[in-house]
Structures are given as structure tokens and as C-alpha cells.
């Protein structure tokens, strides 16, 4: 059998289904074909309907749930645009999961650890610019200063920061979701937390910094192990 490429199987799933659907694929073919990107404005739902012919409620369907799965975005007044916050939807379906219980906060802390390491040997391929290396020690001379009420806030731009040097979208988008969803529990962790165990955490992302600047995947690996047992234990 011949193999079609994701983007064709993809838009060929649409071809022939509901009304909605085809609504649903012809947006994603205007984005595959650049003709629509991030923050973009969409066509009315007239013009929607009338290029393919279909009907307006099913034209609204299908923008309906583009807006439901977060990929749209509606301004009341103005329109409907390519939304610039995707991960929005992932973290919602994190929440959902988690209080259906198909998905455990032991899950998304392994998940949140592999995904760090993944970051981290990308950073390594890639190296850090100047400009990064220097953010990166300006937020850890800023963990020795925080009150504890913003500890939190440390961490999460540190690690915000690493996965922003990679410049990879999908590394973007799915990290921030889960770390908006992983900041509840760093903020109760800190909480109980006592100064000792507070010191070793930040010291990790020292580690995991000085590690990067010597390209030492050992030394990165150990301390971000470190950093994780820790916040496991303090959960």
C-alpha cells in the first residue's frame, strides 16, 4: 500500500465527511499552506460557507470546535483568529484528566523530568547564545534573593528560559502547559518545605546551568535527578 504523508492523510480525511469537517479541513489546509499563521484573522463564516458550499450552521460548528480544541480564537465584533496560545487546550485536558483520574501527578512529574532532560541534550547540540547565558545567571543571582511568597516564580522562569533557548514551538507549547499545571505543586512543595531542602533545590538549577556551560551530560543528568527526587519527596 502507498504511504501518503501526514499532511495529505490528513486533509483527505476531510474530503467527503460532514459539512463541518470540510470546514474544519479547509482551515487546516490554509495553514499548512502558510495562507493563514499565528494571530491571523480567519474568513467570515460567509465567505467559509460559500467557497465550499456548505451551509453557515455548519460553518459555525466547525469553529466551534476549533475554539473548543483551542486552536481558535473569536473577538466578539472583530472576527475569529489563529490562536497564539495553543497550549491553552493542553492544559485544560491536563486538569480534566487529572480530576477524571487518567492521569496522576506521579505521570506528569516523570513526564516533566524526561521532558527537562530532552531540553537540556538539545541545549547541548545547540549551545547558548550570550544573551541566554546571561538571563539564565540573572535569574539564579534572583533564586538568592526571592522572598519565599516568590520562589516560585524563580524556578518556573529558569526553567521557562531553557525551554525558550531551544526554540522549538512543540517544546514550547507542551512544556508550558504542563508547567502551568506542575506550579501548583512546586508552590505547595516550597510551602512545606524547610531552608536546607530549599537551598539543595536551587542549588540544582545552578547545577543544571554549570553543566550546560561545560558540556557535561553527566553532571546535567545528576543534577536534574537531584532537583526532581527532591521536589517528589517534598510532594
Not at 143 to 159: G, I, S, W, Y
Not at 200 to 208: M, N, P, R, S, W
Request: aromatic share 6%; with cysteine.
Amino acid at each position: 500500500m502507498e504511504k501518503k504523508t501526514v499532511d495529505k492523510e490528513v486533509s483527505e480525511q476531510g474530503r467527503g465527511s460532514a459539512e463541518y469537517d470540510k470546514a474544519i479541513y479547509y482551515i487546516y489546509d490554509l495553514i499548512r499552506d502558510g495562507t493563514l499563521g499565528l494571530g491571523d484573522r480567519l474568513p467570515t463564516e460567509r465567505v467559509i460557507a460559500q467557497t465550499l458550499g456548505i451551509g453557515r450552521n455548519s460553518t459555525r460548528e466547525a469553529l466551534r470546535i476549533l475554539h473548543g480544541m483551542g486552536m481558535v480564537e473569536s473577538v466578539q465584533g472583530s472576527g475569529n483568529y489563529i490562536s497564539k496560545n495553543m497550549g491553552n487546550s493542553i492544559r485544560r485536558m491536563l486538569l480534566v484528566m487529572l480530576a477524571l483520574g487518567t492521569l496522576t501527578k506521579q505521570e506528569v512529574c516523570e513526564f516533566r523530568r524526561v521532558m527537562e532532560e530532552s531540553v537540556c541534550r538539545m541545549l547541548l547540540k545547540k549551545g547558548l547564545s550570550p544573551q541566554q547565558m546571561a538571563h539564565c545567571e540573572s535569574l539564579l543571582q534572583e533564586m538568592e534573593t526571592r522572598q519565599d511568597d516568590k520562589l516560585v516564580d524563580a524556578d518556573q522562569a529558569f526553567h521557562h528560559a531553557l525551554i525558550e533557548a531551544t526554540e522549538n514551538s512543540l517544546f514550547l507549547t507542551i512544556m508550558e502547559a504542563v508547567a502551568i499545571v506542575y506550579r501548583e505543586w512546586i508552590e505547595r512543595a516550597l510551602e512545606k518545605a524547610d531552608e536546607e531542602q530549599k537551598k539543595q533545590l536551587f542549588a540544582c538549577h545552578g547545577e543544571i546551568y554549570q553543566g550546560l556551560i561545560d558540556h557535561d551530560v553527566n553532571a546535567i543528568q545528576a543534577a536534574i535527578d537531584r532537583h526532581y527526587d527532591l521536589v517528589e519527596q517534598m510532594l
